[in-house]
């Protein structure tokens, strides 16, 4: 049975890679996918051993070679499949033009969860974006300047089936409903580059932490107006039920890219603020010129 949308927990949108300070992810292979006591997953040993074989999949992954393919259990498919019931009206009520676009064109089924090598080929072949597996957080400035080169480093596990509408990590849902979705754009594959372009072009650390908020309010938490309705383009927004029917409370302030760069967020919340487009075309031409003259 699904959860009504406004009992859902607020973590199953989060994308913590922003939210956690260089130095603090681990690169230790022993240390990767260590669970805290609260995770949900913390007290299956089926699940933690799982996730410690995606791990290492992705640890001895070198880009260019065949993505590997993750062992996923009839208990997480039944995930995918609970959680795309919830989002498929979601997206038909909050989501962008571009995005439902997208998601027509990558065709993912709904009965299982796809395997990262799939969704790379169809994302390529539209955009020219690749996917490659990560083992889990990587440190922010990775992530982003990764973007540079057309590349979206993706985790493949999926979050614990006890909990299907919540996950305390950006998981296979979040990065596949949300992000590969968007990188089939290729305006918003190209977004994505000028971040990347841009993050290398920057050099102290408020600069970055500036332009990763811009990014925050933008390709994760994104929202354009279509005929008078607010409607996503952020993957955070679009990876998640909740978020999404919860968007409509936020304060809608004007696309600003300086103001965003200056405005807190809290990840592990429904956003309070969101900044707003007057359509896609304009969205895109504002972003990309202040990336631009970055």
Same mark, same amino acid.
């Given at each position: 049975m699904l959860i009504e949308t406004d009992q859902l927990p607020m973590a199953d949108h989060t994308d913590l890679r922003l939210a956690t300070p260089e130095g603090a992810v681990s690169s230790d292979r022993n240390h990767i996918v260590v669970l805290d006591p609260d995770h949900p997953g913390f007290s299956d040993q089926q699940y933690?051993?799982?996730?410690?074989?995606?791990?290492?999949?992705s640890l001895g992954y070198q880009p260019g070679e065949p993505i590997p393919e993750a062992p996923y259990t009839a208990d997480e498919?039944?995930?995918? $499949? =609970? +959680?795309?019931?919830?989002?498929?009206?979601?997206?038909?009520?909050h989501a962008c033009a571009e995005y439902l676009s997208c998601v027509k064109k990558l065709d993912f089924p709904r009965d299982r969860i796809p395997q990262l090598s799939e969704v790379n080929q169809r994302v390529e072949a539209l955009s020219g974006f690749h996917l490659e597996p990560v083992a889990g957080l990587v440190e922010p400035r990775t992530f982003l300047d990764a973007l540079a080169s057309g590349t979206f480093l993706c985790t493949q596990y999926i979050r614990h089936h006890s909990t299907p509408f919540y996950t305390p990590e950006p998981d296979v849902i979040h990065?596949?409903?949300?992000?590969?979705?968007t990188l089939a754009s290729q305006?918003?594959?190209?977004?994505?580059?000028?971040?990347? $372009? =841009? +993050?290398?072009?920057?050099?102290?650390p408020e600069a970055f932490d500036r332009l990763s908020r811009v990014y925050w309010?933008?390709?994760?938490f994104g929202v354009v107006l279509e005929e008078g309705q607010l409607k996503a383009y952020g993957a955070g927004l679009l990876s998640s039920a909740g978020e999404l029917a919860a968007m409509c409370n936020s304060e809608l302030r004007p696309l600003d890219p300086e103001a965003a760069s200056a405005q807190g967020y809290d990840p592990t919340q429904y956003q309070k603020v969101l900044f707003c487009a007057e359509s896609f075309d304009?969205?895109?031409?504002?972003?990309?010129?202040?990336?631009?003259?970055?």
């Amino acid at each position: 049975m699904l959860i009504e949308t406004d009992q859902l927990p607020m973590a199953d949108h989060t994308d913590l890679r922003l939210a956690t300070p260089e130095g603090a992810v681990s690169s230790d292979r022993n240390h990767i996918v260590v669970l805290d006591p609260d995770h949900p997953g913390f007290s299956d040993q089926q699940y933690r051993v799982r996730r410690n074989q995606i791990a290492q999949l992705s640890l001895g992954y070198q880009p260019g070679e065949p993505i590997p393919e993750a062992p996923y259990t009839a208990d997480e498919h039944n995930v995918w $499949r =609970a +959680v795309w019931q919830a989002l498929a009206p979601a997206h038909e009520a909050h989501a962008c033009a571009e995005y439902l676009s997208c998601v027509k064109k990558l065709d993912f089924p709904r009965d299982r969860i796809p395997q990262l090598s799939e969704v790379n080929q169809r994302v390529e072949a539209l955009s020219g974006f690749h996917l490659e597996p990560v083992a889990g957080l990587v440190e922010p400035r990775t992530f982003l300047d990764a973007l540079a080169s057309g590349t979206f480093l993706c985790t493949q596990y999926i979050r614990h089936h006890s909990t299907p509408f919540y996950t305390p990590e950006p998981d296979v849902i979040h990065e596949l409903a949300g992000h590969a979705v968007t990188l089939a754009s290729q305006r918003l594959a190209e977004l994505n580059r000028s971040f990347g $372009r =841009a +993050v290398k072009r920057t050099k102290s650390p408020e600069a970055f932490d500036r332009l990763s908020r811009v990014y925050w309010f933008t390709i994760e938490f994104g929202v354009v107006l279509e005929e008078g309705q607010l409607k996503a383009y952020g993957a955070g927004l679009l990876s998640s039920a909740g978020e999404l029917a919860a968007m409509c409370n936020s304060e809608l302030r004007p696309l600003d890219p300086e103001a965003a760069s200056a405005q807190g967020y809290d990840p592990t919340q429904y956003q309070k603020v969101l900044f707003c487009a007057e359509s896609f075309d304009a969205m895109f031409q504002t972003i990309e010129e202040y990336l631009t003259a970055w």
